[in-house]
Structure formats: structure tokens, C-alpha cells
């Protein structure tokens, strides 16, 4: 399987910028696994004052909060979509965001990229961030 790259993303500025606007984040594929990127990843920024959304087929609450079958099921305003789900989601959970009037950023964790969705959220005004793990950028942005 051939690797890709992210061509569509976000500079540092761009990064910076995004991380000190938002303030609500829906999870995709947030895991209860306490071991899980998901979960460490989330735990972090909910401790860093945002408020998270886990999204995940099999648990019913996570970090204390109310676990959601899908995107548009949440029915508070989201400013952020972080996607810890395969590639191959990441098109679908664009469209659902898309469905949405609220988000304004669509994020991929480490090693995730989908150039064409990631272009479509783009060309739809949303800001893009691929392959960026939330926390070590968060984290950089603190200093």
C-alpha cells in the first residue's frame, strides 16, 4: 500500500491559530482503552479546558462524558472533528461534518491523511490539520 502524504494541511501559524480558537472537540473513535492514543490524547485536552465529545460505537461514557454513536448526534456546537479512524473513515466523517453548520476544523491524528477529503472540508471553509497529533501540538504551543 503506497503512503500519503499530506498535501492539503495547515502551516504552524494556521496550527496555533486553530488550537487558540476552538473550544469544543468531537472524538472519532475515542477509545475507553486508557493505553489508546484516543483516550490520553482527549484526557489531556479536556485537562487543558476543552470540551470533549467522545464518539465511539461501544461504551456509553468516557472521561466522564457522554459517549455518542455519531458526529450528528451530538447536539451541542462543535468548533473541532479529531479523527483517530482509519483513512478509509475519514471521507465519511468529512461529508457528516460537512452536514453540519458548526465545525470549522477537521483534524487527523498521526499517520492519518485522506488528501481528497481533507480538500473537499477545505474548498467547504473549513480549516484542515492532518497527520498532527492535538496534544504534542498543543503542548508546542505552550511552550
Same mark, same amino acid.
Given at each position: 500500500?503506497?503512503?500519503?502524504?499530506?498535501?492539503?494541511?495547515?502551516?504552524?501559524?494556521?496550527?496555533?491559530?486553530?488550537?487558540?480558537?476552538?473550544?469544543?472537540?468531537?472524538? /472519532?473513535?475515542?477509545?475507553?482503552?486508557?493505553?489508546?492514543?484516543?483516550?490520553?490524547?482527549?484526557?489531556? /485536552?479536556?485537562?487543558?479546558?476543552?470540551?470533549?465529545?467522545?464518539?465511539?460505537?461501544?461504551?456509553?461514557?468516557?472521561?466522564?462524558?457522554?459517549?455518542?454513536?455519531?458526529?450528528?448526534?451530538?447536539?451541542?456546537?462543535?468548533?473541532?472533528?479529531?479523527?483517530?479512524?482509519?483513512?478509509?473513515?475519514?471521507?465519511?466523517?468529512?461529508?457528516?461534518?460537512?452536514?453540519?453548520?458548526?465545525?470549522?476544523?477537521?483534524?487527523?491524528?498521526?499517520?492519518?491523511?485522506?488528501?481528497?477529503?481533507?480538500?473537499?472540508?477545505?474548498?467547504?471553509?473549513?480549516?484542515?490539520?492532518?497527520?498532527?497529533?492535538?496534544?504534542?501540538?498543543?503542548?508546542? /504551543?505552550?511552550?
Amino acid at each position: 500500500m503506497e503512503c500519503e502524504f499530506p498535501t492539503v494541511n495547515s502551516n504552524n501559524e494556521e496550527v496555533i491559530d486553530i488550537l487558540k480558537k476552538i473550544k469544543t472537540i468531537a472524538v /472519532m473513535g475515542l477509545s475507553p482503552d486508557e493505553s489508546k492514543a484516543s483516550f490520553y490524547v482527549s484526557k489531556y /485536552m479536556q485537562s487543558q479546558g476543552y470540551k470533549i465529545y467522545p464518539v465511539y460505537p461501544k461504551a456509553d461514557e468516557i472521561l466522564g462524558e457522554k459517549v455518542y454513536r455519531s458526529l450528528s448526534d451530538i447536539p451541542e456546537p462543535i468548533d473541532c472533528v479529531n479523527i483517530f479512524r482509519k483513512p478509509a473513515a475519514i471521507a465519511t466523517i468529512v461529508d457528516e461534518a460537512l452536514r453540519r453548520d458548526d465545525v470549522k476544523v477537521i483534524w487527523t491524528q498521526m499517520g492519518l491523511v485522506n488528501n481528497s477529503a481533507a480538500e473537499k472540508a477545505r474548498q467547504s471553509g473549513l480549516d484542515v490539520v492532518q497527520s498532527k497529533c492535538l496534544m504534542v501540538e498543543h503542548k508546542a /504551543m505552550k511552550g
